[in-house]
């Protein structure tokens, strides 16, 4: 169980974290730090901020009578964070926050307040619900998960130069996203709530429709709207990346 708590919450944040805010501020923060800086100060972040998540999501698997209902929500935001993936999100000055205590510090304050309430760390809530007996497991995948997807961020971005196809990977992630969600939510009425073949027919139905319907509304919106490619906020500014 351990193994797959490891596997699942690693594949989920990398998931959750392409495209998502917190890789774009690891990769502005590239253009002015050394870029090991930049991920020792995303591993110090990501250690206190998904210890808390993971303490919450412990915390709430400790309400026995509720359960069925926890592990409902927890499989439903994951359609959630599908969509939010495809909404997608949006540095608001985050990337100019700077302390007297040096890039590090620097960093990690700025990680750690963006990451309050984001995508990554609500994700790390479910998984915790999901997977109550192995938190440590939950809290090392996932932090690897944000080390992972933050750094190939910053090598392709940054480093390399190279455009990142930004709509399409926020798709992928959003598919996979809305996949397990659904799945968790037909296991739950097959296995908790023990629902009989018709009803749970007639909910998945209804609810495959509703995320349809918001995920074709949301991509709408977003073409409406030109996507910058994710290294556009690196290439130009480069030759600042051996700052300290």
């Avoid at 990554?120 to 192995?134: D, I, N």
């Avoid at 944000?146 to 190939?152: P, Q, Y």
Wanted: aromatic fraction near 8%; glycine fraction near 8%.
């Amino acid at each position: 169980m351990g193994l797959t708590a490891l596997i699942f919450s690693l594949g989920a944040v990398v998931l959750a974290e392409m495209g998502d805010k917190t890789q774009l501020l690891a990769m502005a923060f590239a253009t002015k730090y050394k870029a090991t800086k930049v991920l020792i100060g995303v591993f110090v972040a990501t250690i206190l901020n998904h210890a808390l998540a993971v303490g919450v999501g412990h915390l709430l698997t400790r309400f026995s009578a509720a359960q069925v209902w926890i592990q409902g929500i927890a499989v439903l935001s994951f359609i959630f964070f599908g969509l939010w993936t495809i909404r997608g999100d949006k540095l608001e000055g985050e990337e100019n926050r700077t302390t007297k205590f040096g890039a590090i510090a620097t960093v990690a304050i700025a990680f750690f307040i963006a990451e309050m309430g984001d995508k990554t760390q609500l994700t790390t809530v479910a998984l915790a619900t999901r997977f109550p007996t192995s938190p440590i497991w939950i809290l090392l995948g996932t932090t690897m998960g944000m080390l992972i997807a933050d750094g190939i961020g910053i090598i392709v971005g940054v480093v390399l130069c190279k455009k990142i196809p930004e709509r399409k990977i926020k798709l992928i992630s959003a598919a996979a996203f809305i996949f397990f969600g659904l799945l968790g939510s037909y296991q739950v009425m097959r296995n908790d709530l023990d629902l009989n073949t018709d009803i749970i027919v007639l909910i998945m139905t209804t609810l495959y429709a509703l995320t349809a319907a918001a995920a074709i509304y949301l991509m709408r919106k977003n073409s409406a709207t030109p996507m910058e490619d994710i290294s556009a906020l690196s290439c130009p500014v480069r030759k600042t990346n051996q700052l300290e």
